[in-house]
């Protein structure tokens, strides 16, 4: 995994418009938007930033850039989150990113707590989390629109210890 960098835009616009890729995740954003938030996440992360740590999944050996993973810190819980193009769905690479991830946060950012947020009926994003030991903490009713339907939010936790 390396730091998102400019020229990583063309990965990062496809992981947000890619239908396959969002459709149980977000509603597509205008590109304005996108690359605000593209531009937010090119900032140098730190414990103390308030925006997201984005990190580009590159496949050993070929170092093609597959995915993104990252985490946001908000009142002492990372928020971890990953995207993947759909060509690596179910190959391990979600899971073993969130793994190196969290590894990463708490043997140098001395982070513990975790956090996962999934839409209703993703159920292999919630079975990368179960992999990698998150456990289901909470379900908020009717918390997310997508395409105009309303999903709850499946709110998974995990703490290193």
Not at 39 to 63: E, F, M, T, Y
Not at 125 to 150: D, M, Y
Request: include cysteine; glycine fraction near 8%; charge should be negative.
């Amino acid at each position: 995994m390396t730091p998102l960098r400019k020229d990583d835009w063309p990965l990062f616009q496809t992981l947000h418009s890619t239908e396959q890729v969002i459709a149980q995740c977000f509603d597509p954003l205008p590109d304005t938007v996108l690359q605000q938030k593209f531009q937010q996440r090119l900032a140098p992360w730190h414990k103390d930033a308030d925006h997201w740590q984005c990190l580009v999944i590159r496949q050993h050996g070929s170092g093609e850039a597959i995915g993104v993973t990252g985490m946001c810190l908000s009142q002492g819980r990372a928020e971890v989150g990953y995207l993947l193009l759909p060509a690596f769905y179910g190959q391990g690479f979600g899971t073993e990113s969130l793994q190196a991830l969290i590894q990463w946060a708490a043997t140098t950012q001395d982070i513990s707590h975790f956090k996962a947020v999934v839409t209703e009926g993703n159920t292999a994003s919630e079975r990368v989390l179960q992999k990698t030991g998150f456990q289901l903490a909470e379900k908020v009713p009717q918390a997310h629109s997508i395409a105009g339907k309303r999903y709850a939010d499946h709110i998974y936790h995990f703490d290193a210890v």
